[in-house]
């Protein structure tokens, strides 16, 4: 019933006839069940449900970055506004929030989502979601940047434990992923079962790949294990935060420490 009054709303408010019911209107409800919905059904990484998440903040800032340039304060963001005007409007806001064009890139991508899901739903018509075109925005491949061995040893070897337990959880594990190839996705989930100490490897099935991997160990990644092992009553093998911008500012904080002061250029693009 909801579907189809909302599918009428969208006729009537692209003619202007009626007034619409503010709570049937605010796609921001609908973005919580949409969101809800895709990260039940889809099992994302950790990173889509990052990027679902700060979308969703996006419009909720888009909305009222419309009223200080203009919009009555009463204004709510609506179906037929997100899927006519409002594509360039929200292209302006992420462009003065100076986000880089590789994250505007995947805004839209998930702007461009919801409104399928509503055309699925009924709210929009899907013929007017499959006409809209991404912005053109030039984007440079970001440079990989490695420690040297050097830098890694001291990593390693670094006494951080005024630092706390979680960083030490945090070193610890990302020295082990230096030395196995482990991706950030199969670390947080790395747990005891798939140590295999009598075969000296670890088994493990990549969340990126679905594919059965074994990986050897060698004496750093062993000797990181039995420190675990002895210490740990948990099935994780890492106590580790599961989102990797929390991960990164705790190994930032430990690389500063160590005053690890190299240069490194990197070259991105915001707008054109």
Not at 5 to 25: C, H
Not at 93 to 119: A, M
Not at 185 to 207: G, H, M, P, T, Y
Request: aromatic share 14%.
């Amino acid at each position: 019933m909801i579907e189809k009054l909302s599918a009428t709303i969208f006729v009537d408010y692209k003619n202007k006839n009626i007034n619409m019911n503010e709570k049937i209107d605010n796609v921001m409800i609908l973005w919580e069940t949409f969101q809800d919905m895709s990260i039940k059904r889809s099992g994302l990484k950790q990173s889509s449900i990052q990027t679902f998440e700060t979308t969703r903040k996006s419009l909720m800032k888009f909305r009222l970055w419309l009223i200080s340039n203009g919009k009555d304060k009463n204004f709510v963001l609506s179906y037929y506004y997100l899927t006519h005007e409002g594509i360039d409007d929200f292209y302006e806001f992420l462009i003065s929030e100076k986000l880089k064009n590789t994250t505007i890139h995947k805004r839209f991508i998930y702007y461009k989502k919801f409104l399928y899901w509503l055309g699925d739903k009924g709210y929009i018509v899907n013929g007017v979601v499959r006409k809209i075109e991404e912005p053109r925005l030039q984007t440079i491949q970001k440079k990989v940047v490695y420690l040297t061995i050097e830098e890694l040893q001291a990593f390693y070897r670094a006494d951080i434990s005024n630092e706390g337990r979680i960083a030490e959880e945090v070193r610890d594990s990302f020295v082990f992923a230096c030395f196995t190839g482990l991706r950030f996705s199969d670390l947080i989930k790395f747990n005891w079962d798939e140590v295999e100490f009598k075969e000296n490897r670890i088994a493990f099935v990549s969340q990126k790949t679905s594919h059965l991997t074994y990986v050897e160990l060698n004496n750093v990644s062993k000797n990181i294990l039995f420190k675990h092992f002895k210490s740990k009553s948990s099935h994780l093998v890492f106590d580790i935060p599961k989102y990797t911008i929390t991960y990164n500012k705790i190994l930032k904080r430990i690389a500063r420490k160590l005053r690890f002061m190299r240069i490194i250029e990197q070259t991105q693009y915001s707008g054109t």
